[in-house]
């Protein structure tokens, strides 16, 4: 809805008025959308002879005759699949642009799309995309690779430069990333080209399962009990997330699930799904109100079972899926979209109806089940969400309690993060992204609400629930989206607590008044940076008898170990004299133990009732001067004065600039070295190198 199809016909348009270029040019498009390219040629530039390549062998072959030959037309509009058919015909011409809509489906290099458009011979190119990066920065390298093959030839090369290691790393990659774009990307959004579109509005809509959805759900979780328990493959473990998913949409999508035969639409088809309890409470209330709806799901055999209900409660509808032909998809969106249309729902698959289609005169948008892929939704939101549309859209993201479904919502938010940071906000955080699921997500999913399920009782909705439902979905939805924003503000402040930033930060006393003026504000923020600490890996219990043992103990809390003292982190250029620092905080930490196992043991004995000479003896044991001895006050002076010797302050970006430093002024030369050592000052970088030269050997 940005106007990018107009765009892009106003540069054709261009070329063939101002510069006398009249093609040919290619046009690939999904199948979708080819009825609106060829109406907005007509609509904006009739002066260009666009035209229509696409139908079965027979009418493929007459345009190839007719129209598809040199010299009879300026601009072939094609769809990604003929392209793939025809590419022996397509591949005779010399284009001047090849432009393909939606470019995100040559995301992947290897694809057959991307490797036969690899072929045509053109002298420009262009894509179109409302999402150039989905899950990582590799798939923005293929769309770049397809621009500019010399430039970017080596896919390896590409993620060399943006492998991030450290935090040095990551502002070299953003910088790097931003420069490399700059000549190859013009972005708009939305808030830029169209002023006046109604906000949109995405509420999460958490419901109960049915009790036969419970019952499917169960059977689901204990048939495959071993591979839920981390015994099984990572791809059945697929399968079991694709099944609970079934489930959570509409227990019929089974074998066997629905009664009959014979097999009848009734309440039952609403009644059996808590999804479709919560549908059957909407779709009144918004048609009151004047309101059309797109209803999008994943699953074509969920359609199925939507045109049912749509059919026994009288809804006038139109359905796009995958298997819908190209007449069918024009005329569907042109008896949705007419004036004064009948027609209340539009049924569509998340990937067929999704993409480039203008829906613009319904106003709401039900996600009925959620893409791994946060974009496909996005992509689906804006067939409403778009420039053209009068009045405020509302995104109703449907979602079963305690299930599955929290957890990919989860995860497609994470990769929403994603793109934030690195589109917009130009920050490499995250980006490197895995492209598929782990393992143990998997099992994180699977798992996910599996003590509540087992515990759940069926869930029946009223009128009065629904209000309910909604205000809580408004606020938790909103709740989710504050994160996601501060995480994207914070991004930019390079601080990743969400709320908490080093430029505005005030101690508990608000003594804090912001940094004193005439500070450098690099130096300032060097000083005082407090690293995070690190990071520990969360165990995962795999073994099944152990998963079953905890799930019993629930509220016995294990019995706390000893208080430890923590060894701060050493890096070997900041000098610390480890070995003697190692050696104090062993022994304080022997001491601590020593002293945990004598007081467990005189607890136990109290508790076993042991008489006070018993207890009197005991504690004299204790006392033996060869047991472990906790630190003396020399020693414990000795310790502070070997932390305070260490260089704490320095961090491996300015080691590694110190380096660099020394390598181009030569060690003597301080003055020019602090000098490229943002945040530290001559007398610290003296210091550093005196030592630095002393202890190189070590």
């Known amino acids: 809805g940005l106007g990018k199809t107009l765009q892009t016909i106003s540069l054709l348009g261009y070329l063939h008025e101002q510069r006398g270029i009249t093609g040919p040019h290619l046009v690939i498009v999904p199948k ?18 666009a035209r229509k390549f696409h139908g079965n062998q027979e009418e493929r072959n007459r345009q190839k005759e007719e129209l598809i030959s040199p010299g009879k037309f300026d601009v072939c509009v094609t769809s990604y699949e003929m392209v793939i058919k025809e590419k022996g015909h397509l591949k005779k011409f010399h284009w001047r642009y090849i432009i393909i809509d939606e470019a995100h489906r040559i995301k992947n290099e290897n694809s057959l799309l991307s490797r036969v458009i690899r072929m045509f011979h053109s002298n420009y190119r262009l894509l179109i995309t409302g999402t150039p990066l989905q899950n990582n920065l590799h798939e923005l390298w293929a769309l770049l690779n397809f621009l500019l093959p010399d430039v970017f030839s080596s896919a390896e090369k590409f993620d060399e430069w943006f492998q991030i290691d450290s935090e040095s790393q990551k502002d070299e990659a953003v910088l790097q990333l931003h420069k490399l774009l700059r000549p190859f990307l013009l972005r708009r959004v939305k808030a830029e080209v169209e002023k006046g579109l109604p906000p949109k509005k995405e509420t999460i809509l958490k419901i109960g399962l049915s009790e036969m959805q419970l019952k499917w759900y169960k059977q689901l979780m204990q048939k495959d009990i071993d591979a839920i328990n981390g015994a099984g493959e990572r791809s059945r473990l697929l399968n079991i997330v694709m099944q609970l998913r079934k489930c959570c949409n509409h227990p019929y999508l089974f074998q066997g699930a629905e009664p009959g035969p014979p097999f009848t639409t009734d309440m039952h088809l ?4 808590g999804k479709m309890m919560l549908l059957d409470k909407l779709l009144p209330r918004l048609k009151e109100r004047g309101s059309r709806v797109l209803i999008f799901s994943q699953m074509t055999r969920l359609l199925d079972i939507l045109e049912d209900y749509l059919l026994f409660r009288g809804h006038k509808y139109c359905r796009i899926d995958g298997n819908t032909s190209g007449e069918d998809r024009e005329a569907g969106i ?12 539009f049924l569509l698959s998340t990937r067929a109806g999704g993409l480039g289609i203008n829906l613009a005169t319904a106003d709401i948008v039900i996600l009925y089940d959620s893409d791994w892929n946060p974009q496909v939704d996005l992509q689906a939101m804006d067939r409403a969400h778009r420039i053209g549309q009068k009045k405020e859209v509302h995104v109703y993201r449907f979602c079963s309690e305690n299930s599955i479904e929290e957890k990919v919502i989860e995860k497609a938010y994470k990769k929403l993060k994603l793109d934030a940071l690195v589109i917009q906000q130009g920050r490499l955080q995250d980006a490197g992204g895995q492209k598929s699921v782990k393992k143990e997500d998997l099992l994180e999913m699977v798992r996910n609400g599996a003590d509540k399920i087992f515990s759940a009782t069926g869930s029946t909705i009223t009128d009065a629930d629904i209000e309910a439902i909604i205000s809580k979905g408004e606020e938790e939805t909103e709740d989710l989206n504050n994160r996601l924003q501060k995480f994207s503000e914070s991004a930019i402040k390079f601080t990743l607590d969400g709320n908490m930033s080093i430029y505005d930060y005030q101690d508990e006393k608000g003594e804090f008044s912001g940094v004193p003026s005439g500070v450098d504000m690099k130096a300032y923020v060097a000083a005082n940076w407090i690293g995070p600490g690190t990071r520990e890996r969360k165990k995962v219990k795999y073994n099944e008898n152990e998963y079953y043992r905890d799930k019993m103990t629930v509220g016995r809390s294990a019995p706390k170990g000893p208080r430890l003292p923590k060894i701060p982190v050493m ?5 610390f004299d480890v070995q003697r620092l190692t050696a104090l905080f062993e022994q304080e ?20 009732g042991a008489s006070e000479e018993t207890i009197a003896k005991m504690e004299e044991e204790f006392k033996d001067p060869n047991l472990p001895q906790p630190l003396t006050e020399d020693e414990m002076l000795e310790k502070d004065r070997l932390l305070e010797a260490g260089f704490s302050n320095w961090n491996k970006r300015e080691f590694n600039y110190f380096i660099r430093a020394c390598e181009k002024h030569g060690r003597a030369d301080i003055s020019a070295i602090a000098a490229d050592i943002e945040g ?10 005196q030592i630095f030269w002393e202890r190189i050997g070590e």
Not at 32 to 49: A, D, G, Q, V
Not at 571 to 575: C, R, S
């Open 680 to 689: 530290k000052t001559f007398e610290e970088v003296k210091e550093y190198s």
């Open 589 to 608: 930490a022997n001491f601590e133990v020593m002293k945990h196992q004598q007081e467990q043991k005189r607890s136990l004995a109290i508790s076993q």
């Open 571 to 575: 890096h070997d250029f900041q000098f």
């Open 334 to 345: 042109d008896a949705f979209n007419e004036e004064g249309s009948e027609k209340f729902c």
């Open 270 to 273: 609403i009644e059996n799904a």
């Open 32 to 49: 979708s959308t080819l009825h609106n390219w060829m109406n907005e040629f007509k609509r904006w530039c009739p002066i260009i002879r």
